[in-house]
């Protein structure tokens, strides 16, 4: 298993532009996660889905849109980036909080936006 | 909202030696407590957790304890070796829907030999 995977692993973009981060798991988990770390800091959720249509935001979601379309699959979509987005971007995932609550990490990307 | 407080922001222990870091969350409906340890550059990696129905659990020498009542619950690293150094992170489980974590702020462990 590769678990969970992301592409690009580091990305530079301009003011305006737009940018998907991809993120991919092979453990047939229903729930997946986008978090941010600033420098310094802890993560923090910008969105989630608990399965394969179903998305909901978390504690930071402005400038940012997802999708869910199969359950291997949950991209990030920036849209109009801004120098504020500059962040470590993570994917997790993880099985239904009944069956396990562990959540596993990928290996971020890491976005600056100049 | 969930709110989980990490303290201290920065710990350095000689080898050997203990350390105790202390989390304090603000949503008494939280049922979940993991704890990441995260490298350099690298992503955070699950070490140990716990469940509100539980006051203390162990793994070798990582131990958790809860309590419930303050709600706070904190970290405990025996022995501690020169790979200990890292970020750790506490978070808690909040929302009724979905597994969503909210993380504390981190503590840098630096472990001298």
């Known amino acids: 298993n590769a678990g969970v995977t992301q592409t690009p692993k580091f990305r530079i973009l301009k003011i305006g532009q737009s940018m998907t981060l991809q993120c991919a798991q092979d453990m047939n988990h229903n729930y997946m996660y986008w978090y941010r770390q600033d420098p310094g800091m802890g993560l923090k959720l910008i969105y989630y889905?608990?399965?394969?249509?179903?998305?909901d935001k978390g504690e930071v979601p402005n400038g940012y849109n997802v999708s869910r379309s199969t359950t291997e699959d949950f991209p990030l979509r920036l849209e109009l980036a801004a120098p504020s987005q500059t962040s470590v971007y993570f994917c997790?995932?993880?099985?239904?909080?009944?069956?396990?609550?562990?959540?596993?990490f990928g290996p971020g990307t890491r976005l600056l936006v100049l | 909202g969930e709110n989980v407080e990490q303290h201290p922001s920065t710990l350095s222990v000689q080898e050997g030696d203990s350390a105790v870091i202390k989390c304090t969350y603000s949503?008494?409906?939280?049922?979940?407590f993991p704890w990441y340890k995260q490298e350099l550059g690298k992503r955070p990696q699950l070490i140990i957790d716990?469940?509100?129905?539980?006051g203390e659990k162990k793994d070798q020498r990582i131990a958790v304890t809860l309590n419930k009542t303050a709600k706070h619950f904190s970290l405990h690293i025996t022995e501690t070796q020169p790979e200990d150094s890292a970020v750790y992170f506490c978070a808690a489980s909040s929302g009724e829907y979905g597994n969503k974590l909210v993380f504390g702020a981190g503590t840098i462990l630096r472990v001298k030999s």
């Open positions: 889905s608990v399965g394969a249509g179903i998305t």
């Open positions: 997790a995932s993880s099985y239904s909080p009944e069956i396990q609550e562990t959540q596993y």
């Open positions: 716990i469940r509100s129905n539980v």
């Open positions: 949503d008494s409906a939280s049922n979940y």
